[in-house]
């Protein structure tokens, strides 16, 4: 259990907070703090406290992990610890590390002064979790600093580095060198320069732009749609303005504990969790040895070559890129300098950053250039003799003990590496499969082949982190986890067309359950011809007995690839991305329809969600049973982050928890009593049957 212990300097009483990794506010906890500084309050000898995190200084507030758990009754809780602080007839300084958020920065603004080392960053990323901060954050911020920084942060859930929160005024210093040293030295002139020593409660916030409520209203509804938590932010924000303050803190937590208790910030506790669980892969551990990625090559300048270059560029890290067409090679170089500049220009980045990344990246001529790299990643088209030729190529012209990786979609990696027998003896062949464009999308499905040792995995998953990617770890099948799913989700869409739905209503649907875009659009947006072309060549493994859509084939037929033509399943204007509906293709889809002998019906909006993501939760199932996901929260995180799953809802296997198994079982079998393709996976069948969820598989995996 953690604590807090007090240490004397002179004549300031150190309070250190020790609860490794991040001084979570964990039970026993606040007590600790509570009790240190009723002891520093106590000593004659003792004139100004310092408070801070122990180990590396992280103040990461409130314990997530006992969100929706009881608190032992007699338990002090971080709502004890303010008022004791600003009651203290001594000055309290925070002293912050690292990171200070959530209850840790709500308790730092309710001490008398903050310090922070330079590295630190402050925020209420409560947010993120579903809630508005619920120990004082949207009373006391927008008193400390102005109204607008205040909110942004609340409402945004950024981290505010430390020289800017000094310039809002949340913190009174930034220290450089030693930050214990400099605290107990700002504490001894503090304590010098005697009382009144300023608290948060005591100021009346600064309204610094009259319409920053409304102006970040009219954000919400566009980018945050169907939340609640973004809002609830912003209204405990206007109560600091509006009421008094000690009646803005009893509202505020009334908002907070109906937020912590919604679907919402379950569902997004639950990602939190995710994330962190998604690190954890059988066979690697802590003492697995990740080699250094000093240098890395791209094969195949096309759009995923361009943008994976790109994200090892701006991790720092020299990247050299080659193509077997040389105006491709061009192409990808100058985009990459145009996609700098217009960062550039809306400052995102300076001028010199954007020179020095652009100088990590080395055109080179032939594949043998790439000689020196600790790690390849082929990018050519998606054909598998290509693919094994640039395979046995890169084997050759790599150095012992390269990684050689394919961002294959859909082929099979295991085959790729069984091209390149020492290579894949060595355990140094996997897929990495970023998502488009690469250097935004944050999620990487991380393929283990059969043969990857534990070392390259490793390797690969600390390089993730390094390019700012969410990990997945995938097993080799077709697909792996999210394009196999994809499957299921495209196909119930052309269906649904024929059966009556415009490409409206179905994108709609989907946007309203809070997709980031409909599968109509995005569709058009990534181009129809590729999946086309696909289809065309793998039509031979089509079971003719099983339903066929060809609205998309038809679509294709007629040159409409989607945005790239101007007309795909709806029609853009010259130089515009916003789709118009088009009546055409509202013939075209009752053209098939008829000719298939659909009778066309209306079809509502829940019918749409249905069809389309129960498909994704049997599929998901499978790849549970297959152990091609390791864990259901690792299938919600390819969702939400490679396909516009909204977060909000936790994932498609923790959407499903919730709508409950059983029900998504019967309208799964009763839809496979008359349509193809939804057959109940063997695991829906026992999940449903005992009563149980994804989350309980999932819990039992963890052994919890
Ligand atoms: N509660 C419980 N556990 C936490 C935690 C928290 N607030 N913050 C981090 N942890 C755990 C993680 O789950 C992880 O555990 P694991 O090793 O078993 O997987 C461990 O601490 C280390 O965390 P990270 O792997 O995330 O470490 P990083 O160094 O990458 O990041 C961090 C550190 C920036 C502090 C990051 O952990 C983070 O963002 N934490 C959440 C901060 C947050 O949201 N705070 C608000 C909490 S809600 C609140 O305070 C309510 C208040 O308003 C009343
Ligand atoms: P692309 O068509 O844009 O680019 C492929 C590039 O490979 C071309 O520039 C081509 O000249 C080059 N190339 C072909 N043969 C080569 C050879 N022998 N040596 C060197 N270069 C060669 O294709 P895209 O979209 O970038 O896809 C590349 C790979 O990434 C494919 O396997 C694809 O399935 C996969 N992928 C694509 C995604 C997408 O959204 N486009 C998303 C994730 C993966």
Same mark, same amino acid.
């Given at each position: 259990m953690g604590g807090a212990s007090l240490e004397r300097h002179g004549a300031i009483g150190v309070i250190t907070i020790d609860n490794p990794p991040v001084n979570a506010m964990s039970v026993g906890v606040p007590g600790a703090i509570l009790s240190r500084l009723e002891e520093a309050g106590a000593d004659d000898a003792i004139e100004a406290i310092v408070l801070r995190g122990g180990g590396r200084g992280a103040l990461a507030g409130a314990d997530i992990a006992m969100f929706g758990k009881p608190w032992p009754e007699d338990e002090p809780t971080l709502r004890h610890v303010i008022p004791a602080i600003e009651r203290s007839t001594k000055p309290v300084i925070a002293a912050l590390a690292g990171y200070c958020l959530g209850g840790g920065l709500e308790m730092a603004l309710s001490c008398h002064y903050r310090v922070a080392s330079r590295e630190t960053g402050v925020g209420?990323?409560?947010?993120?979790?579903?809630f508005p901060p619920g120990a004082g954050g949207t009373q006391r911020l927008p008193r400390i600093a102005n109204v =607008?920084?205040?909110l942004a942060m609340i409402v945004d859930g950024t981290r505010v580095p430390a020289e800017k929160a000094a310039e809002h005024g949340i913190l009174d210093r930034v220290i450089e060198g030693d930050l214990l040293q400099g605290a107990v030295a700002f504490a001894e002139e503090r304590a010098a320069g005697g009382p009144p020593h300023p608290l948060a409660r005591d100021r009346t916030p600064v309204l610094d732009d009259p319409g920053i409520f409304e102006a970040t209203r009219e954000r919400l509804a566009r980018r945050a749609r169907g939340q609640r938590a973004p809002l609830a932010c912003l209204e405990c924000v206007e109560m600091a303005l509006s009421l008094p303050f000690d009646e803005g803190i009893r509202r505020e937590r009334e908002v907070f504990e109906a937020c912590m208790a919604s679907?919402? =910030?379950k569902a997004l506790r639950h990602v939190f969790f995710a994330e962190r669980q998604a690190r954890r892969v059988p066979g690697i551990g802590k003492e697995t040895p990740a080699r250094p990625v000093e240098r890395a090559a791209i094969v195949g300048a096309g759009t995923m070559g361009t943008g994976i270059a790109t994200c090892f560029a701006n991790a720092g890290i020299p990247v050299r890129l080659t193509d077997s067409d040389g105006g491709a090679l061009e192409r990808a170089l100058a985009a990459i300098r145009s996609g700098y500049e217009s960062r550039v220009a809306r400052g995102r980045i300076g001028t010199a950053d954007a020179?020095?990344?652009?100088?990590?990246?080395? +055109?080179?001529?032939?594949?043998?250039?790439?000689?020196?790299?600790?790690?390849?990643?082929?990018?050519? *088209?998606?054909?598998?003799?290509?693919?094994?030729?640039? #395979?046995?190529?890169?084997?050759?012209?790599?150095?012992?003990?390269?990684?050689?990786? =394919?961002?294959? =979609?859909?082929?099979?990696?295991?085959?790729? !590496?069984?091209? &390149?027998?020492?290579?894949?003896?060595?355990?140094?062949?996997?897929?990495?499969? *970023?998502?488009? +464009?690469a250097q935004v999308m944050r999620l990487l499905e991380v393929v283990r082949t059969d043969s990857a040792s534990p070392e390259t995995l490793a390797t690969v998953l600390a390089l993730a982190?390094?390019?700012?990617?969410?990990?997945?770890?995938?097993? &080799?099948?077709?697909?792996?986890?999210?394009?196999?799913?994809?499957?299921?989700?495209?196909?119930?869409?052309?269906?649904?067309?024929?059966?009556?739905?415009?490409?409206?209503?179905?994108?709609? !649907?989907?946007?309203? #359950?809070?997709?980031?875009?409909?599968?109509?659009?995005?569709?058009?947006? !990534?181009?129809?011809?590729v999946s086309w072309r696909k289809r065309k060549a793998d039509a031979h493994l089509r079971d003719p007995s099983k339903r066929y859509s060809a609205v998309a084939d038809r679509l294709c037929e007629r040159g409409r690839f989607g945005q790239k033509t101007g007309a795909g399943y709806y029609r853009y204007e010259p130089g515009s991305r916003t789709p118009i509906p088009d009546p055409e293709v509202d013939a075209l889809i009752a053209e098939v329809a008829a000719e298939s002998g659909i009778a066309r019906r209306s079809i509502g909006a829940d019918e749409i969600v249905e069809r389309l993501l129960y498909p994704l939760v049997n599929e998901g199932a499978r790849l549970l049973d297959e152990g091609i996901a390791l864990r259901a929260s690792d299938v919600d995180l390819v969702w939400i982050n490679g396909y516009g799953f909204p977060r909000w809802r936790g994932g498609v296997m923790h959407w499903a928890d919730g709508v409950g198994l059983a029900a998504i079982h019967e309208t799964v079998a009763r839809l496979d009593e008359s349509e193809d393709y939804w057959e109940p996976a063997p695991l829906l069948n026992r999940l449903a049957a005992d009563g149980k969820g994804f989350a309980d598989l999932d819990r039992a995996a963890r052994g919890g």
């Open positions: 209420q990323p409560e947010v993120l979790l579903g =607008s920084t205040a679907a919402e =910030s020179e020095a990344r652009m100088a990590l990246i080395e +055109p080179v001529e032939t594949m043998e250039g790439v000689a020196g790299a600790d790690l390849v990643i082929e990018a050519v *088209f998606e054909e598998m003799p290509l693919k094994e030729e640039v #395979f046995r190529t890169l084997d050759a012209a790599c150095d012992e003990g390269a990684i050689i990786a =394919s961002n294959t =979609s859909y082929l099979d990696v295991n085959h790729l !590496a069984d091209t &390149v027998p020492r290579r894949r003896d060595a355990g140094c062949v996997l897929g990495m499969h *970023f998502f488009s +464009p982190q390094r390019l700012g990617k969410l990990a997945v770890v995938a097993g &080799v099948c077709h697909g792996f986890i999210g394009n196999r799913m994809l499957e299921g989700y495209t196909r119930q869409v052309r269906f649904l067309l024929e059966e009556g739905a415009s490409p409206v209503d179905v994108d709609a !649907a989907m946007t309203g #359950f809070g997709m980031a875009m409909g599968p109509c659009a995005v569709a058009d947006l !990534a181009g129809l011809d």
